[in-house]
């Protein structure tokens, strides 16, 4: 075992391995860490690790109306577009995956060709589209808008999901008498739910950071997160970089929360009941 | 009553048939094999009745109930499937439980069922775990608990053992065979292993690309097997075949061929003068060549398998390859000059066009 751990190969990996991981959580450290500091701290020539914590950046973040208003924009336009792209999206790649008929390679292709439109191409049409309908610059826009987004999304990653569900499984509950309903809910969902999960996981962070298509749908009242949190950096010269850190911080948070709550919930409604 | 009766059933795909008018009728109470190499459809014909693959043609009836159109939980039916197919998310107990639950029996029921199968195939310990925490033997035991819980009527395997390895085979084989014993109930079993089929069936049905080849006691089909396939299927080590000529020689036969003319009485045998014939003559058959044997097969010994209580000798003869199983006490040395005989009784002949059996009915 000591032989095996002192070889070269192994040891230049781990300094590799140990470098990536550095460079991939450090900024994040130094974020969250720079929210707490005050302006003084932030732009001296060499970084401080000791200094007064201040809770300013995060009190002023929270204390302002239009970061609050992104905020629900936010939660409410993703939330409700990820509850969308779960409910139409899973059953419609288990129908796929399970029951393919000669659309089922067009359909997938289809999905996954929503993803290679450039989302500029996409959102210029969409804008136009919300002016005419009158629904340009609200939530119900932005919510239709993203669940396009999040049901391909999910519907792209789920299909394999579902695919790699042993079909003898799903085959001996028909056998045990469940209806194509009952093993869908049962068996297929289950089984595949860590996959799942990454699938809805990843399709929240996408729109949860999704940009552009934000600034095209929105002037004022449905500004999400992203938006309100770049236009704090355009006030005049002095960039308020506290408050920027603070205001990345509190972007970061809601996916971090999503995560947990979506996979332990998910883990206490398959969790078998004890009879 | 039967308890499964197949009549001119068809499954296709697309254009492809896999079975091509099957008539079967498995009587209740019986244990039936499916056997056939891979590709066969038994597999697919096994589906059928389970209601896992839709009939193409002709009707299926289980318990005296067309059953074609009904749901695979409504056709009184239980399967165990090749690679076990437990519900991975559930405990043992829920898996032997699931198709008890979809019925609405009482939990209080459904818990004195569990407990009582679960007894009987040795699994009490196990109820909490989940399937990946067990062997695959008693993974197997759990697909066998959850398929007897519903008291079927008939009972499907699908290669149940083909994945476990070989000594825990046999045990489950017997396992099973003693279940069959005490439960009575029908079982259709698909394996493409004879010695499975030959243990445990009352009834083997052969196939071969969709159609039955022969349906049969495990010992009819192989003493009496219907042609050349299931005399080749049948049977380890293989049984050798000897392409020949029939001529009439006075009140008997000879048949010309590998090098050797052998004279037969015939009497068993459909023949006419003139006609080409397959000979086969299981290994087992073959015993060593003593003064004034008649009916010789010799040559040299190519290939010396030793077996244990037997060897395996294959040598050449006019060209053909033949193997004889000898005790092993009269194995010969390699290379060595071998010669053997047989017993007219022991020998079957095969039309050598349509490959079918001459024996007489």
């Known amino acids: 075992m000591k032989q095996y751990r002192l070889r070269p190969g192994r040891l230049i990996a781990k300094a590799v391995l140990a470098l990536a991981g550095f460079l991939a959580v450090f900024p994040l450290f130094w974020t969250a860490l720079n929210a707490l500091k005050n302006n003084v701290d932030i732009i001296t020539r060499v970084p401080k690790v000791i200094f007064t914590p201040t809770l300013a950046n995060i009190s002023y973040i929270l204390g302002r109306d239009s970061v609050l208003t992104g905020l629900y924009n936010s939660a409410v336009a993703c939330g409700a577009a990820v509850l969308i792209g779960i409910v139409l999206g899973l059953p419609a790649a288990y129908a796929v995956a399970r029951y393919p008929n000669r659309f089922a390679g067009d359909i997938q292709f289809f999905v996954l060709s929503l993803r290679f439109l450039p989302p500029v191409a996409v959102a210029i049409p969409l804008m136009v589209i919300w002016l005419q309908v009158g629904l340009y610059d609200t939530l119900p826009a932005l919510i239709v808008t993203y669940s396009l987004l999040t049901i391909s999304v999910i519907m792209w990653l789920a299909i394999p999901a579902f695919q790699g569900v042993p079909k003898e499984i799903e085959e001996a509950a028909f056998v045990d008498g469940y209806g194509a309903y009952s093993v869908f809910w049962r068996i297929a969902l289950p089984v595949a739910a860590r996959s799942l999960i990454g699938a809805i996981a990843f399709s929240f962070v996408l729109v949860w950071n999704e940009f552009l298509i934000a600034l095209m749908l929105s002037s004022s009242n449905a500004k999400t997160l992203p938006i309100v949190a770049s236009e704090l950096s355009q006030q005049g010269m002095n960039v308020p970089w506290g408050i920027l850190n603070a205001s990345v911080v509190l972007l970061s948070l809601p996916p971090l929360l999503f995560l947990s709550v979506l996979s332990g919930f998910l883990n206490s409604v398959f969790r078998q009941k004890k009879s | ?361």
């Open chain 2, 1 to 361: 009553m039967s308890a499964i009766v197949c009549s001119h059933v068809d499954k296709a795909y697309g254009a492809t048939t896999v079975i091509r008018d099957l008539n079967l009728a498995i009587e209740e109470h019986e244990f039936v094999v499916f056997l056939g190499p891979s590709g066969c459809g038994k597999s697919t014909l096994l589906r059928m009745l389970a209601g896992l693959e839709n009939i193409s043609g002709g009707e299926v009836s289980i318990g005296g109930k067309v059953v074609n159109d009904l749901e695979p939980g409504d056709r009184g039916i239980a399967m165990v499937f090749q690679n076990y197919a437990l519900y991975p998310h559930m405990t043992i107990f829920d898996n032997i439980a699931f198709g008890l639950k979809r019925q609405k029996v009482p939990a209080a029921e459904i818990r004195k069922r569990v407990e009582a199968v679960s007894r009987t195939l040795g699994l009490e310990r196990y109820l909490g775990r989940k399937p990946t925490e067990l062997s695959g033997g008693q993974q197997q035991r759990v697909a066998i608990a959850r398929a007897m819980i519903k008291t079927p009527k008939v009972f499907l395997f699908d290669e149940p053992l083909s994945n476990l390895d070989a000594k825990l085979r046999n045990h489950m084989r017997v396992e099973i065979a003693r279940l069959h014993q005490s439960l009575k109930t029908t079982t259709v079993y698909v394996t493409h292993d004879q010695l499975e089929a030959m243990t445990l069936a009352d009834r083997i049905v052969l196939l071969k690309d969709g159609v039955i080849e022969q349906i049969g006691s495990p010992a009819e089909i192989y003493r009496r097997p219907g042609n050349q396939f299931v005399a080749g299927f049948i049977g380890t080590p293989n049984m050798n075949f000897i392409e020949a000529t029939v001529a009439r020689n006075g009140d008997g036969w000879t048949l010309t061929g590998a090098g050797t003319v052998l004279s037969l009485q015939g009497g068993d045998f459909h023949l006419r003068h003139g006609d080409r014939v397959v000979l086969g003559i299981r290994p087992p058959d073959l015993k060593t060549a003593q003064a004034g044997s008649a009916n010789l097969l010799q040559g040299t010994a190519d290939l010396i398998e030793f077996h244990g209580n037997d060897a395996l000798v294959t040598f050449g003869s006019g060209g053909k390859e033949i193997s004889a199983l000898v005790p092993a006490r009269e194995c010969p040395e390699l290379r060595a000059p071998v010669r053997y005989s047989f017993e007219e009784d022991c020998i079957h002949l095969f039309d050598g066009e349509t490959g079918k059996s001459l024996r007489r009915q």
